[in-house]
């Protein structure tokens, strides 16, 4: 017997409304026997006093929903109740609700994961609920509202439906030799196994856009000692996140700060002074700039404009198309360079904020352009690339293989690769498209 799961829907703590959900085969129960009236209208709001089904003490006057299946959340029977949001009344509410017979409380996702079992969305959506509820910035929510919707679901499914034609054609030929089927069925699965090699290297080869707006995009920001990445990483904060000083090497630790760049969630880290270390724990600071310098996906190299004409070598040597070139302490002295390492100049004065508007629009076109590609569905989380890595690595063996047999074990490698991403792994959709493209026998 299926247990009836129930759990707040809404975070612990002081609220104005709290809502509690409760999904399966007893859920109405729960209306019935709490609510003390018989079940209302689906999905249509109904006024329910609430009371302990053990002693009758009230609980609170709130609404409730009810969804009966399939046509919810979860695929099963589904109650809502939207009580005050008070902790002493949801803890009464659970209570109560824990001690109906059949009910126990939910584990983490497992509302979810009923959709997801009942057929109401694929694995990939269910990522994509999670990542809506994760989501700070405008640019996460979007790309998981496109992938909740089904974007890359859909994209996925329909690769996995290409091979498993290609697939089909590879059997008949190997399983039906004598029977009256067209000419070259193998000629036909080549330039497919090749289309979609093609548009799974593309799609692998983004950059990790997806994942990266997920995570976070990493700017670095390096350069001398007392150059102001500090002052710098403290200006674009708008916080003293980072000590500054007078003194030369005053940062050792890589620090981290968390922005919101035109929707984009971004990671800026300041980081030690690039020259020769005066100590090991300043060496080893070098070497986690340096590391992190390679690991960004943007580049701040802030040179300083006291210093001028002199440009620091060590910093000289990380720009590349990838780095943004500050000019700081334009407030000290005049700015007389306006390409740095074949960049652009950016100058500005951590101090006055002079420059610091520029600066910021500058880096968010450059996020933009790294990280936005309208329309297309992006990769989004290491599990799928994985599959989509063994999946191509798969098609391209095929290809590769000298006998139908082998290359059909591969395209069925691959095949189930993809059908791991969305959660889809039936065999009986592989019979469907057979018959279907070929009706042998009727
Ligand atoms: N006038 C002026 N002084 C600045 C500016 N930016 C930083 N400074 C000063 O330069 C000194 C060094 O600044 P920091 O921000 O600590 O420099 P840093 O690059 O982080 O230095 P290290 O961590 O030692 O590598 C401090 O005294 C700052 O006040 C600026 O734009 N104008
Ligand atoms: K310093
Ligand atoms: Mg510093």
């Known amino acids: 017997m299926i247990p009836t799961i129930f759990a707040p829907a809404t975070a612990p703590g002081r609220g104005g409304v709290a809502i509690v959900r409760v999904s399966g085969p007893d859920a109405a129960t729960a209306l019935t026997s709490l609510g003390g009236r018989p079940l209302p209208e689906p999905r249509a709001a109904a006024v329910v006093r609430l009371s302990d089904p053990r002693d009758g003490e009230f609980l609170d006057q709130g609404l409730a929903l009810w969804f009966p299946a399939p046509r919810s959340f979860t695929g099963e029977d589904v109650v809502e109740f939207h009580v005050h949001g008070g902790r002493a009344v949801v803890a009464g509410l659970i209570d109560a609700l824990a001690s109906l017979p059949g009910f126990r409380i939910a584990e983490p996702g497992e509302f979810s994961r009923r959709g997801f079992e009942n057929g109401k969305f694929d694995l990939t959506a269910a990522e994509a609920i999670a990542d809506l509820v994760d989501a700070e910035t405008s640019a996460q929510r979007r790309q998981a509202l496109r992938q909740m919707e089904g974007d890359l679901g859909r994209l996925y499914e329909d690769w996995r439906h290409r091979l498993m034609r290609g697939l089909a054609h590879l059997e008949a030929d190997i399983d039906f030799p004598d029977e009256d089927l067209p000419d070259g069925v193998a000629d036909q699965v080549r330039p497919v196994l090749e289309a979609l090699i093609g548009e799974l290297s593309a799609h692998l080869n983004d950059k990790h856009r997806g994942e990266r707006l997920r995570d976070g995009i990493h700017i670095a920001i390096v350069g001398a000692p007392n150059a102001g990445k500090s002052s710098l990483l403290n200006a674009l904060a708008r916080r003293e996140a980072a000590i500054v000083s007078e003194r030369a090497g005053t940062t050792r630790d890589v620090v981290e700060t968390h922005l919101d760049l035109g929707g984009y969630p971004v990671v800026l880290a300041d980081t030690a002074g690039l020259r020769e270390a ?5 060496s080893e600071g070098i070497r986690r700039a340096l590391d992190r310098a390679a690991r960004a996906d943007l ?3 802030v040179f300083d404009a006291v210093t001028l004409p002199d ?5 000289l040597a990380i720009v590349d198309d990838d780095t943004l070139v500050v000019l700081n302490k334009c407030d000290r002295a005049a700015v007389t360079l306006e390409v740095i390492g074949g960049r652009p100049v950016l100058a500005v004065s951590a101090v006055t904020g002079q420059g610091l508007p520029e600066l910021l629009s500058a880096l968010t076109a450059a996020v933009i352009t790294r990280f936005e590609a309208p329309g297309v569905p992006a990769l989004t989380r290491a599990r799928h690339r994985t599959a989509l890595e063994e999946c191509r690595a798969a098609l391209q063996r095929a290809l590769l293989a000298p006998l139908p047999e082998l ?10 690769a993809l059908g791991r991403i969305t959660g889809r792994v039936d065999v009986e959709d592989l019979l469907d498209v057979i018959f279907r493209d070929f009706c042998i026998g009727k």
């Open 299 to 301: 580049k701040l190299a």
């Open 311 to 315: 440009l620091d070598a060590k910093t």
């Open 278 to 282: 005066a100590d090991e724990i300043e």
């Open 407 to 416: 290359a059909a074990e591969d395209v069925r490698i691959g095949i189930r």
